[in-house]
């Protein structure tokens, strides 16, 4: 009788967060345990604890994997038919239309109150998102479509701003969130990034506004 082929760390890795993915998106965060992503994986609920500490950090790491996956920066960057400003604007209707990720963020707003997965959000963030924004940026700066002297603070700014909004961690209702995102809105245009539609404050009330109804504020 053949052996079973054992299975390396990295693709144990990836059918972990790859059942987490299908779980999270038909039952939901909250009512999937560690033992349903495992039970779907095919191992043991102690291989689940080589890999991840947590469901919070499950739901963190997927989150990030499905945004390298579809990273819609990327997508713009080679495209000669668009300025900067353009780019910048494409990728982020590109990043609005996937529903699946955008899923996966309404429950990622809530176990950010873990400050270990808070201060690691933060880090990816800075890490990933600061130069992507910041090229973009500089490209449009310097073909004329963005009037900033501010390249590197923007790009910042823009990566740590989603912390602003989430009110697990600054407490807002669905009306204050809105409120901020039209004052980022106006922050952003008057510092010669005018990206900001309005559009994407209803996607922020989905996002952010969802965690706020289910704590019942």
């Given at each position: 009788m053949a052996r079973p082929v054992k299975k390396t760390p990295e693709q144990w890795e990836k059918e972990i967060l790859d059942a987490a993915k299908e779980l999270f998106l038909t039952k939901g965060y909250e009512q999937t345990a560690?033992?349903?992503?495992?039970?779907?994986?095919?191992?043991?609920?102690?291989?689940?604890?080589?890999?991840?500490?947590?469901?919070?950090?499950?739901?963190?790491?997927?989150?990030?994997?499905?945004?390298?996956e579809n990273n819609p920066f990327e997508a713009v960057k080679g495209r000669d038919d668009l300025n900067g400003l353009e780019k910048?604007?494409?990728?982020?209707?590109?990043?609005q239309a996937d529903r699946e990720r955008e899923k996966i963020s309404v429950s990622a707003v809530s176990i950010l109150k873990d400050a270990r997965i808070r201060m690691a959000a933060v880090e990816a963030n800075r890490r990933v998102l600061t130069p992507l924004w910041?090229?973009?940026?500089?490209?449009?700066?310097?073909?004329?479509?963005?009037?900033?002297?501010?390249?590197?603070?923007?790009?910042?700014?823009?990566?740590?701003?989603?912390?602003?909004?989430?009110?697990?961690?600054?407490?807002?209702?669905?009306?204050?969130?809105?409120?901020?995102?039209?004052f980022i809105a106006n922050v952003l245009s008057m510092m010669g990034l005018p990206i900001i539609e309005e559009g994407m404050y209803e996607r922020a009330e989905r996002i952010l506004g969802g965690e706020k109804e289910k704590e019942g504020g």
């Open positions: 560690i033992s349903d992503i495992m039970k779907l994986a095919g191992g043991a609920k102690g291989m689940f604890y080589r890999f991840f500490q947590s469901k919070e950090e499950v739901l963190h790491a997927l989150g990030d994997r499905m945004f390298l910048i604007r494409a990728a982020l209707a590109m990043d910041y090229e973009l940026i500089e490209e449009g700066r310097l073909d004329g479509s963005i009037q900033t002297e501010y390249a590197k603070e923007l790009s910042e700014l823009l990566a740590l701003v989603n912390f602003w909004l989430m009110p697990s961690i600054f407490p807002a209702s669905a009306q204050e969130i809105q409120h901020k995102c039209q």
